[in-house]
């Protein structure tokens, strides 16, 4: 039985409906990416894992408890991380504040945590004590990370984590998400660049016009004719 489990879900904002009976699932410590064109609803299924769009139909069941329509705040407590594409940082608190942000349903900031990230991620204790808005976007975003990792999640939503970054910067983010699945996270990542994310992951999901179109081993997708053709660019 998957860890996530998204099952014939229509969700969308307001009465604008995206997602039309989208399915997802994600295993215990998978790494599983979804793709497709622009406006295809792949951040508003992220999105609505976590809580985050309007709920119209189908259900998200979760290490098989039903969180379906429940509120970020629950969602978190369950085992779930999320780091949206954008404004993922306090830009005036310093690194090291921004990670103990992430732990703040917690009574007090675990050292274990703090130390489990400053090895994931180096310069980040580096630059401990430097304003996160002063620093660069790829820092940035693996500031965003790993204060999502700061309450050890099951799961991680990742939104486009390479979005933005200067090409020289791209592997080094997806080595990151790597390592973070190699560590034992289960991730679930919505990725433009989606020939290298099939190439990394486990799994791939394509959606297209809110539905879904393939699913298959990353690696299957990723050498797919068809697939290459409409969606990677031949």
């Known amino acids: 039985m998957a860890m996530l489990e998204v099952t014939d879900l229509d969700a969308g904002y307001g009465d604008l409906q995206i997602l039309h009976g989208v399915d997802l699932g994600v295993a215990e410590g998978e790494y599983v990416v979804i793709v497709g064109p622009n406006g295809a609803g792949k951040s508003t299924a992220m999105k609505s894992v ?21 509120s970020p705040d629950e969602i978190i407590h369950l085992g779930i991380g999320y780091v949206p594409q954008t404004d993922n940082v306090f830009p005036s608190l310093t690194v090291e504040e921004n990670l103990e942000m992430g732990a703040y349903i917690l009574d007090g900031v675990p050292e274990d945590a703090l130390e489990s990230v400053f ?46 970054l200067a090409p020289d910067l791209v592997d080094e983010m997806f080595d990151h998400v790597d390592g973070i699945n190699d560590d034992g996270t289960a991730v679930l990542v919505v990725e433009q660049n989606a020939k290298e994310a099939l190439r990394r ?34």
């Open 50 to 70: 976590f809580g985050l769009t309007t709920y119209m139909g189908g259900s998200v069941e979760f290490n098989g408890r039903d969180i379906t329509d429940r």
């Open 119 to 164: 090895e994931q991620f180096p310069i980040l204790r580096e630059r401990r004590d430097q304003k996160t808005g002063a620093m660069s976007g790829g820092q940035q975003q693996m500031v965003a990370m790993g204060r999502a990792l700061m309450l050890d999640p099951d799961l991680l939503l990742l939104d486009e984590p390479s979005a933005g």
């Open 201 to 234: 992951c486990d799994r791939g999901y394509v959606l297209v016009q809110g539905q879904n179109r393939y699913e298959d081993a990353g690696d299957v997708l990723l050498n797919d004719e068809e697939v290459r053709q409409q969606f990677l660019g031949g």
